[in-house]
């Protein structure tokens, strides 16, 4: 985050989309009343208004977003004014159809929705810069304007665009990647294989629909430049608003969330000035408090403190197969998960439900059904318990444990002609965090190439792509006295997807002591037992590996199958460090065991000293005081040892302090 361009408001911001060019301007002063009765201190406006803002090419209509800034100014609420730039209006796709997307089997895509545009377009990228250049001339100096907002959801819709114009963009973007050599390409993709050796620039195009398995190389080439051709349309406009407003802080809001992939947020994070996310629950997910915090945690590393929730939903979205509402409480705290693991603001979609549109049955502050609702109830009382919060602003936890996360490493794993077609880089990620979560331990998040030296345990659930130059950091990390834990079919690979020979895991076999000559990845529904220094019954599932000992020590072997009697885990101590080798996946209570003995070896405490099953525990640290936030998922409620000031409450508390069942509390801690 930005210490020149930073979000001049106090505590906790607090509110949501805001869209009052859906309803009648009578209505637009309820809102700001309800708004003013909610506690709601920021909204963002503008997000989906092109059509409106610019009803032709060059012409503007700002009349209507006047009044609302002055409205919402006088009511002393702050405006996040956002780039209407998702949704161009229909008379652009009119004049240049040749903007409109194309997808992987060559069919061109229609307008009518949001994103239906190529990020290659450069009538796009042209329309979208007047556009927000002429927002910015107009509302610099508005006092509203608290933050810009950039687009929204980069890559939601539109990913990818497979256009003449997307190939002439990816030709120029690997030119640059490649430093104009053709030949260093051919060798990084290994176009020897089935005849693919390129003699001339042009002869390269997006990897479209065809009879067979592409190039890997390729594919992963392709994601790198689409994630990078979408960043260079948000830094676009981000200049515009700097030129004008320079400070203003500007975000765009990730969706660091189960089911998107298609950014490297890594690349994009340092762009911004502050760093906003949207995050929704996957229906089927029966612990969808673990994705909270997971997300928090990553956004927050990707942040390098506090971060913003741009989005979630009151209850139910409606994107989904099925679009449960959020039971009693949910919503209270899955928003208090997120100011735990480090937002200083909470924002919902959206302000008002809309009684048309596409969105029309995804849930709101305030519902159809108005104020006389659970929703609307539960609504003010978020309000008021972040006001409470106010002096949490700043903090942030502090971690002794790093999770290595990497967006090219997950690409590079799921794409096609795996050994296995069932692995999927967040399951396997997310198999280790839910442990460390549960028992209460603090967790950052970090690139291959970070800088380690304030953790004292690194883990690599999966790291399938590896350059030298993160292999080299997280084998050193060990080596000088660090506690490296790696998961199964981990540095398999370089950035360019080739094998790395000699086998595996080839990158990290040194430092962890052990060489695998032949991989027997599992079939659905196949497990095997495993013996050792495990729990009784010990299981695994989904992967196996024939492993020989090369300095390691074996912790557990397989029982059974055609490896019984080989190591599945083991443990290694390079250098002045320790490092373990996961080379299947453990049951979870046997995985849980086994992380909880390496992080005991790492001297790794967790935030309770007995952690309370079902409560989730987490510390904010700030400059003067520590915040202890206690999270109850059990509906139990539970009695934790903690002294302070219980600031939902404003209660001393001295000894202990009661969660309510399926509440929070967060506990002041004196220094």
Avoid at 210 to 219: E, Q, S
């Amino acid at each position: 985050m930005s210490t020149e361009r930073r979000l001049r408001l106090p505590g906790i911001a607090y509110g949501g989309d805001y869209n009052p060019e859906q309803w009648p301007e009578e209505v637009w002063a309820e809102d700001m009343r309800l708004m003013r009765e909610a506690g709601v201190t920021m909204v963002s406006v503008g997000i989906f208004s092109w059509a409106l803002l610019e009803p032709a090419e060059g012409r503007y209509d700002f009349s209507r977003t006047d009044r609302l800034l002055d409205l919402l100014h006088e009511n002393g609420i702050a405006a996040d004014l956002a780039t209407p730039t998702a949704a161009p209006p229909a008379w652009f796709f009119r004049a240049h159809p040749e903007a409109l997307p194309v997808d992987r089997d060559g069919r061109t895509l229609s307008y009518g929705s949001r994103q239906t545009f190529c990020p290659s377009s450069a009538a796009y990228r042209t329309a979208a810069l007047r556009i927000t250049r002429a927002l910015a001339e107009r509302y610099a100096g508005h006092p509203a304007v608290a933050m810009w907002h950039v687009h929204n959801e980069y890559g939601c819709h539109n990913a990818a665009c497979y256009c003449d114009a997307s190939a002439a963009a990816f030709r120029t973007w690997l030119r640059r990647r490649y430093s104009d050599d053709l030949t260093a390409l051919n060798h990084a993709w290994g176009t020897t294989f089935w005849s693919q050796w390129y003699y001339d620039w042009d002869e390269i195009i997006p990897p479209r629909a065809t009879g067979a398995d592409p190039n890997p190389t390729h594919r992963l080439d392709w994601r790198r430049f689409c994630s990078d051709e979408l960043l260079s349309l948000c830094t676009a406009e981000r200049d515009a608003l700097r030129e004008a407003t320079p400070g203003v802080p500007v975000t765009t809001n990730f969706m660091v969330m189960q089911n998107f992939d298609a950014l490297d947020y890594w690349r994009w994070a340092p762009e911004l000035d502050i760093v906003s996310n949207d995050h929704y629950l996957m229906s089927g997910d029966p612990e969808s408090e673990v994705d909270v915090a997971l997300s928090g945690d990553l956004v927050r590393s990707l942040a390098g403190g506090p971060w913003l929730l741009m989005e979630h939903s009151t209850g139910a979205v409606n994107w989904q197969p099925v679009n449960r509402a959020k039971l009693p409480g949910e919503m209270r705290r899955n928003a208090l998960a997120h100011v735990a693991h480090g937002a200083d603001g909470i924002a919902f979609f959206q302000w008002r439900a809309a009684k048309a549109g596409a969105e029309q049955w995804h849930s709101a502050m305030l519902p159809h059904a108005g104020t006389d609702s659970a929703v609307w109830e539960d609504v003010v009382q978020l309000g008021s318990d972040l006001k409470a919060l106010a002096e949490v602003r700043g903090s942030t936890p502090t971690a002794q444990v790093a999770v290595v996360w990497d967006w090219n490493a997950r690409w590079a794993l799921e794409l096609p002609s795996q050994p296995s077609g069932e692995l999927r880089f967040q399951d396997l990620v997310r198999d280790w965090y839910r442990p460390l979560w549960r028992a209460g331990v603090a967790v950052d998040f970090v690139r291959p190439d970070a800088d380690l030296s304030a953790y004292r345990l690194v883990l690599v659930p999966s790291l399938y792509l590896v350059d030298d130059t993160g292999a080299a950091n997280l084998a050193g990390f060990a080596e000088r006295g660090g506690t490296l834990a790696v998961g199964f079919h981990s540095g398999a690979v370089d950035e360019n997807c080739h094998v790395r020979l000699g086998g595996y895991p080839a990158a990290f076999r040194d430092v962890l002591g052990v060489r695998t000559d032949e991989l027997f990845p599992l079939l659905p529904g196949e497990t095997l037992h495993l013996t050792g220094d495990v729990p009784a019954g010990a299981t695994a599932d989904l992967w196996s590996e024939r492993v020989r000992l090369a300095g390691a020590a074996p912790v557990a072997s397989y029982g059974d199958g055609p490896l019984a009697g080989g190591p599945a885990v083991t443990r290694h101590t390079p250098g002045a460090g320790t490092a373990w080798y996961l080379a299947t996946r453990p049951d979870p209570a046997t995985l849980a065991a086994l992380l909880d003995r390496i992080r005991d070896e790492a001297g790794v405490q967790p935030v309770l000293a007995a952690p309370q099953p079902g409560v989730e525990a987490v510390r904010r640290s700030g400059a003067d005081a520590d915040y202890l936030f206690l999270i109850d998922h059990s509906g139990s409620g539970a009695e934790v040892p903690a002294d302070g000031v219980e600031l939902l409450t404003g209660k001393a508390v001295s000894g202990s302090v009661t969660v309510p069942a399926g509440g929070v509390a967060v506990v002041r801690e004196a220094r």
